[in-house]
């Protein structure tokens, strides 16, 4: 355990509380937590009123269920934790690039969003190099072949194998974090639920019960169960188009049709609720803002029946298919050590065998009530983040159609009381990538002072990455889409 | 083998009769093209326009590039002067044309009967993502699934903008994708056509007004066809492109 503040998820306490030690205390600490089975959720900079720029580390302590909150006084470096604990490299990378506070010894001080108002241009960077005779570079995007988001990939191969990728991101990036800063007002939740747009749910999640725990305003029991349908939507529409973009990626069209359909159902299923295919306009801070009836829980339930069993038909296809599954198994593979030291989290994690899952170890909302059984695999490959998807699909159906029939009554929506001044909040969910972390901290007139988003892309890109070292290049697509990362909710 | 004749027997047919038949249903809460009825506007009343995120209504006009489909103003209404009704047919081909003032509406008009020879039965198109959520892009995909299968108008979305007819552009244009949005452009061979699909590049969406977005693409392209929503429904992307084909209307 840190020497932090504890916080359970969605939970506010006064700024003054957050222990704010010297830097080498600081250091110490993080990486006692670390080493100890904490994640680092957070790690950000933040401009103090009486000048210089703290830090503030979010560390998540799966086994006690419970977050760690702990600051830095402020200084121009400090020592990198970085070589010590490495899944925070990019966060290290951020608070440099964001504030100019210098991480002594990070291997890789490279930019991570390339903010307009700085000198570098996007993407312009020195790469890492592999150097002899028969090396060469492949350098891909920022604009894809697909119908897809921007970003830039850089392969050093020796023939057709992948000995490094460096992954350089930030086109997307479009001032979400500091738009948000002086609010909360009409257009943040908005871009809350714009953070990724196919993760509406779980980014408005988050931001609406950071608000929540600020404003000491919890949203009643029914809006938690509307929310956590619409969550488990969310996440069966983006594993049910995966499995078929999977199918795709190995040539395997009956599996790619069939699940490229059935993610427009479930996405019309959350349209039935709310009007939109995303998801969006339903949460709002306080509680949802559409209720069901018993009329249209019975028939959302009913499709979802049907569903179940048309994904079935289509999925298990690929199980079945010789020529899937030897595409599948042993490529991309990342080991259950390398996932751990760079703090991966979702399905990505699961898959190397990581039995973590916000719903289950730092519960929020309904989960705090109802429980969802976690999936996790053993392989660490294309296959494992594969089936940890498809179990996830059937289980998800199973809670949400279990909660669609017994919905608790009472009101939907609670008045969100002005935000305690000079609080901090830490407010997580389980999106279908997996962990969503939001930190909000008010000023002294209860604004939004500071606004940290985590997607999990953020963690997970640097999985990514490693997972395709000694592999085909040709194999990237179908690598890139077991993990199916955000740019936009990375970007920001 | 017999399994995955069997599995293609049993998930059947399931592309849609549209636009020969009837549209595909769109769910009861859908919030398609508002009205506006100004005449009901009580005088003094800031309702509206003050719970409006991004600034789209002013002065008895509602701009349908900015609307985020949110439904707020609707909901602060009192006199029902502003209701979204279930259209889902909202593409036009001027900006101008997006400013929604009473009931009327003035839809897409079809290309130029030169373009029309040219692109009408086979329009390909790069697409083009600065700086957006992913929602667009999302339900622009999915025009290329079964249910809708693009492909049957001739539409198809290639990998390189030397085989382009024209870009779908989806974002506010980041200031971080502008030299990519414009070398893409530049690679597409003339005649070339630009769709500006969400309100992210029509006006800069929920970003409109920060510093490291460019508001839309209209600043740097010459825009064909603006597809408004937050994200546009699939079927109002559609109905914009066959529109602009001259396949409908």
Known sequence: MAQGLVLRNGQAAPLSRVPILAAAEFRHAVLGAVGAGSRLSAFFGRRLAGGGVGLLAVLADDAEGVLSVLGAQPAESYHALTPDCPQAHLFEREIFEQYGVSPQGHPWLKPVRFPPRQAATCGTMDFYRVEG??????????????????????????????????????????????????????????????????????????????????????????????????????????????????????????????????????????????????????????????????????????????????????????????????????????????????????????????????????????????????????????????????????????????????????????????????????????????????????????????????????????????????????????????FDLSYCGFDL | MLKVLWTRFKQGHRTMEYPAGPAPELPARFLGRPKLDAARCKEGCPGCSSVCPTGALSGGKLDLGQCLFCGACAAACP????????????????????????????LAEALEAKSRQLFGRSLKLRQVSAGGCNACEADVNVLGTIGWDLGRFGVQFVASPRHADGLLVTGPVSENMREALL??????????????????????????????????????LPVDLFIPGCPPHPLTTLDGILRLLGRIG
């Open chain 1, 133 to 482: 005779e028969e090396v060469h570079e492949v350098a891909v995007g920022p604009v894809h072949a697909g119908v897809i988001e921007p970003g830039h990939f850089r392969f050093q191969c020796a023939g057709e194998v992948v000995k490094h990728l460096e992954i350089s991101l930030g086109y997307q990036h479009r001032g979400v974090e500091r738009a948000l800063l002086g609010g909360p007002d009409r257009r943040s939740v908005h871009l809350a639920e714009t953070l990724a747009g196919d993760t509406t749910v779980g980014h408005g999640w988050a931001f609406c019960q950071a608000m929540e725990a600020l404003g000491k305003a919890e949203a009643p029991p029914r809006a938690l169960a509307l929310r956590a349908v619409a969550l488990e939507l969310e996440r069966i529409a983006n594993h049910i188009g995966d499995l078929g973009a999977l199918a795709g990626d190995v040539g395997f069209l009956p599996t790619q049709s069939y699940c490229g359909r059935l993610r427009g159902d479930a996405l019309n299923i959350t349209a039935m609720l709310c009007g939109s295919r995303f998801g969006r306009n339903l949460l709002r801070p306080g509680g949802v803002a559409h209720d069901l009836d018993a009329k249209l829980a019975a028939e959302m339930s009913a499709r979802l029946g049907t569903f179940g069993q048309e994904a079935a038909s289509a999925v298990n296809l690929l199980w079945d298919s010789a020529s899937v599954t030897g595409r599948f198994e042993e490529t991309g593979l990342v080991s259950l050590e390398d996932c751990r030291k760079l703090g991966l989290v979702g399905p990505a994690a699961r898959a190397c065998g990581l039995s973590l899952d916000v719903r289950r170890d730092l519960p929020f909302g309904l989960y705090r009530y109802a429980m969802i059984p976690v999936s996790s695999w053993h392989t660490g490959d294309v296959f494992g983040r594969a089936q940890v998807r498809w179990l996830e699909v059937q289980r998800s159906l199973q809670f949400a159609r279990e909660l669609l029939g017994s919905l608790p009554n009472g009101p939907l929506r609670r008045e969100v009381p002005d935000l305690r001044a000079e609080h901090v909040a830490v407010s997580l969910t389980e999106g279908w990538r997996g962990e969503v972390c939001h930190v909000a901290v008010t000023d002294a007139a209860g604004r939004l002072g500071d606004y940290k988003v985590v997607d999990p892309s953020f963690h997970n890109w640097f999985g990514l990455a490693l997972a395709l070292r000694g592999q085909q290049i040709s194999d990237f697509p179908l690598c890139n889409k077991s």
């Open chain 2, 183 to 220: 070398k893409t452009w530049e690679a597409v061979p003339s005649p070339k056509l630009v769709i500006a699909v969400g309100s992210c590049a029509i006006a800069g969406g929920p970003y409109r007004g920060h510093p490291e977005v460019h508001d839309g693409c209209g600043k740097f």
């Open chain 2, 79 to 106: 006199e029902k002067a502003v209701e979204f009704t279930r259209e889902y047919r909202m593409a036009a081909r001027r900006r101008e044309d997006l400013a929604v003032q009473g009931d009327g509406y003035r």
